[in-house]
């Protein structure tokens, strides 16, 4: 199933905080980048982040997006300043090498 551009709106709205927050639209889901960083994306109208220290922290629920994907941190929060701010976490755990690389 495709994500909905109604979806994607109201996800780009939560992280209106996020700076340099663009997207990409790739087989009918979004991937979202900050600054050039992906750092998640929207895949069946759920918002998904990168496991990094800060989003595992965060964010107790995981999800696949794809077969064969590696799991990602589930968002279920609508408070777009503490969503905001850990986009800004994760892309700096992003930045300074601290994910995980093995597949499970």
Do not use: H, W
Request: glycine share 10%; charged share 25%.
């Amino acid at each position: 199933m495709a994500s909905s551009q109604g979806y994607l709106d109201y996800v780009l709205d939560l992280l209106s905080g996020v700076e340099g927050l663009t997207t990409r639209k790739m087989m009918g889901e979004y991937l979202l980048y900050s600054e050039g960083a992906l750092f998640g994306g929207v895949y069946d109208d759920r918002l998904l982040i990168k496991e990094t220290p800060a989003s595992i922290t965060a964010l107790d629920a995981t999800a696949v997006p794809y077969e064969g994907a590696r799991p990602m941190r589930l968002v279920d929060s609508e408070d777009g300043e503490a969503l905001s701010r850990l986009v800004e976490a994760v892309c700096a755990d992003l930045r300074n090498g601290s994910v995980r690389k093995a597949r499970r």
